[in-house]
């Protein structure tokens, strides 16, 4: 006869859930989520979107900055003191041409001008 423990429905914590604690464990002990990463302010109005973030230690030269469409990237060059990669998608297209990028005491000022929509119909003259 095998003799089996018996669980109750009570204690039983989900893998799921055991797997969630520890990868936030893991996180916050070996520093994986850097607090500066996650700290960006953002701020909307009718003409654009702005994002603010940290990245004490780098100069403008050390960080590359590329949009596509709604998608905004933000990397640190090679061989910059510390290491960034960041990527946002807004909910609107770009302007590329009328957003701008600041850097002021290790502050990133993005301004993303949102892309007006444009009409591509054609007027066709009746004949």
């Given at each position: 006869m095998i003799f089996a423990p018996v669980m109750s429905r009570n204690s039983?914590?989900?893998?799921?859930a055991a797997d969630l604690a520890l990868q936030r464990f893991l996180q916050e002990t070996l520093g994986a989520?850097?607090?500066?990463?996650?700290?960006?302010?953002?701020?909307?109005d009718d003409k654009a979107t702005t994002l603010a973030l940290d990245v004490p230690g780098l100069a403008r030269e050390q960080l590359q900055l590329a949009i596509e469409g709604?998608?905004?990237r933000l990397q640190s060059v090679e061989?910059?003191?510390?290491?960034?990669?960041?990527?946002?998608?807004?909910?609107?297209?770009?302007?590329?041409a009328a957003?701008?990028?600041?850097l002021e005491?290790?502050?990133?000022t993005l301004t993303l001008a949102k892309l007006e929509p444009q009409s591509k119909a054609t007027v066709l003259p009746i004949e």
């Open positions: 039983f914590v989900s893998p799921r989520s850097s607090p500066v990463q996650q700290q960006v302010q953002v701020s909307r709604a998608v905004v061989g910059a003191a510390r290491q960034v990669k960041r990527a946002w998608e807004l909910d609107h297209e770009i302007d590329a957003s701008k990028a600041k005491n290790g502050v990133l």
